[in-house]
């Protein structure tokens, strides 16, 4: 496919953007070539500067949960255009917001809303630091929770595929109040408690991992985390992020059928449009600023244009749950002929999915943390990735990031990605 057009605005955005991209895992450095650079989307479909075509399977690293220009959130803007797009003032849009996320969410009583990812995890630690009165926090190997410095010590997405999980500028002093467990280890948290006693303020995860590729909790996990949490009054934080919304409409949380006390939201809650909260169990929501001592803010919170959009997907989805059943069922068939195709060629390796999620590792390991995820030939999933492409099939350029399927995706789609991947699997042959 020609990517004339692509290559032009890498090379020009090198000179003006670091990298040449706003968010490092876009510059496709773990699989070599250049990055597309989009110009529309529809539906399940991605159209780049150079009048190319592809299947998504990215949609937006989670958000686009209806596909792309949905025409419900795309009235619901444009509705919302009408008036100004920011007054630093409240809204009763926010109020309907805020009240839908805690009729959604089990464990969500009260919510703030911020503009990010990122932002929303940060908020949540400081809450969980004010409210227990302790500095140290439990992070797990590989998990990514944006890019606040307490969570980039050993982290996942961009900074594991770029090999650096501990970023530089991250001070001493902060890096030792965040201790590390790998996922899935309830004796390495248990460990970790016992040495800090009454010194940990909160456990934080995704309770489904996205960021070192698809990894579910094993039986017992989130329930263990649990009961270690309430022995020792410790704030347990689930990172929905990714899982909020998608893997059921309460996300990971009604799901597994585990509550925890606070819980981060973030892009899936704006539609595609900058957006993150941080919710949970009113008495520890109650610290925050101006209910309480705890400081947060944002100019842009709760911003009307991403209300309206955020709004317009978690109606949808609420007035149609026959989408979750979709997007379920047609991931297990993408997956259930990726795993056929696999068999078939005498191939060994992994497939991790949940509901709509999944990850193709390239290893012949049972895929359940952070060391596990690292036995994947990278080389191989680069290989495998450039096929894909060159056949139209826009998937996550990195083997360490799940891939999101969208309700607009259907049997003939799935089809075209399961031919694309006949083709790419003989580029990765052992
Ligand atoms: N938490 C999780 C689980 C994420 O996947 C991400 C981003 N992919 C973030 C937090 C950070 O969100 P943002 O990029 O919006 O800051």
């Excluded at 973030?266 to 919710?279: D, E, F, Q, T």
């Excluded at 696999?342 to 060391?371: P, R, W």
Aim: net charge neutral.
């Amino acid at each position: 496919m020609a990517n004339d057009r692509s290559k032009s605005l890498f090379e020009k955005a090198k000179q003006f953007i670091p990298g040449g991209v706003n968010s490092p895992v876009r510059a496709f450095r773990a699989v070599g070539g250049n990055p597309l650079f989009m110009k529309s989307a529809k539906g399940a479909y991605l159209y780049d500067e150079d009048g190319n075509t592809y299947i998504d399977l990215i949609n937006s690293w989670g958000p686009m949960i209806l596909g792309h220009a949905h025409p419900s959130v795309e009235e619901a803007v444009k509705a919302a255009l009408v008036g100004s797009p920011s007054f630093g003032a409240p809204t009763a849009r926010e109020v309907e917001m805020a009240e839908l996320i805690c009729s959604i969410m089990p464990s969500v009583e009260k919510v703030r809303m911020v503009n990010s990812g990122t932002e929303a995890t940060m908020s949540a630690i400081r809450v969980a630091r004010g409210y227990t009165g302790r500095d140290k926090i439990i992070k797990m190997e590989g998990c990514y929770h944006g890019h606040g410095d307490s969570f980039l010590i050993a982290a996942g997405s961009g900074a594991l595929t770029f090999g650096t999980p501990d970023s530089p500028g991250v001070t001493k002093g902060t890096a030792k109040d965040t201790l590390i467990a790998p996922f899935n280890s309830l004796d390495a948290v248990d460990k970790l408690i016992t040495e800090n006693k009454n010194e940990i303020a909160a456990i934080i995860l995704e309770p489904v991992v996205g960021n070192m590729g698809c990894v579910p909790p094993q039986p017992g996990y989130l329930q263990g985390l649990r009961s270690l949490c309430d022995k020792h009054s410790i704030v347990l934080i689930f990172d929905e992020v990714m899982t909020g919304f998608r893997l059921a409409p309460g996300g990971a949380q009604e799901l597994y059928g585990v509550k925890p006390d606070l819980s981060t939201m973030g892009k899936i809650i704006g539609g595609g449009l900058p957006v993150g909260a941080y919710g949970g169990r009113k008495e520890i929501m109650d610290y925050i600023s101006p209910a309480g001592p705890i400081y947060q803010a944002g100019t842009l919170s709760g911003n009307p244009l991403a209300m309206a959009a955020g709004m317009a997907m978690l109606k949808h989805l609420q007035a149609n749950p026959g989408i979750y059943q979709h997007i379920n069922q047609i991931t297990t068939k993408l997956v259930d002929g990726l795993r056929r195709q696999i068999a078939a060629a005498g191939l060994k390796y992994t497939i991790n999915q949940v509901g709509s999620m999944f990850t193709l590792f390239f290893t012949e390991t049972v895929v359940t943390d952070f060391d596990t995820a690292k036995t994947s030939d990278t080389q191989k999933f680069a290989a495998y990735f450039q096929s894909m492409l060159a056949q139209g099939i826009y998937m996550a350029p990195s083997q360490y990031e799940a891939m999101f399927i969208s309700n607009a995706i259907s049997n003939d789609e799935v089809n075209a990605i399961l031919k694309a991947s006949e083709e790419a699997l003989r580029h990765t042959r052992n």
